[in-house]
Nanobody
Framework: VQLVESGGGLVQAGASLRLSCAASGRTFNNYAMGWFRQAPGKEREFVAAISWYGASIYYADSVKGRFTISRDNAKSTVYLQMNSLKPEDTAVYYC????????????????????WGQGTQVTVSS
């Protein structure tokens, strides 16, 4: 599976952005998808994840109520709608895919995901 993120940019605090991740190469709806981010000098961290058909969705506490993950299997695309952005959301955002389902034991760990995009930069100014 090849993953290509888009939609990042420079915005002011309080603004919104929608990230997209387009997948190709294999049957998209066989993969659970996640978003991770990495800020300068920090480890990559989990942001959100969604199961094959969206029945299971998980969020990091830091983004709950502000970010929404969704997917369109017909378009082989997963989205991350980010509202009320804060300077601490500044990071490179990565899309990731894993075959199989999601559970409490795997959704938040980057080692659980097999495929990764190249990342898209999100910068939030104060």
């Amino acid at each position: 599976v090849q993953l290509v993120e888009s939609g990042g940019g420079l915005v002011q605090a309080g603004a919104s952005l929608r990230l997209s991740c387009a997948a190709s190469g294999r049957t998209f709806n066989n993969y659970a998808m996640g978003w991770f981010r990495q800020a300068p000098g920090k480890e990559r961290e989990f942001v959100a994840a969604i199961s094959w058909y969206g029945a299971s969705i998980y969020y990091a506490d830091s983004v709950k109520g502000r970010f929404t993950i969704s997917r369109d299997n017909a378009k082989s695309t997963v989205y991350l709608q980010m509202n009320s952005l804060k300077p601490e959301d500044t990071a490179v955002y990565y899309c990731a895919g894993r075959p199989g389902g999601l559970s409490n034991s795997n959704y938040g760990y980057d080692r659980s995901y097999t495929y990764w995009g190249q990342g898209t930069q999100v910068t939030v100014s104060s």
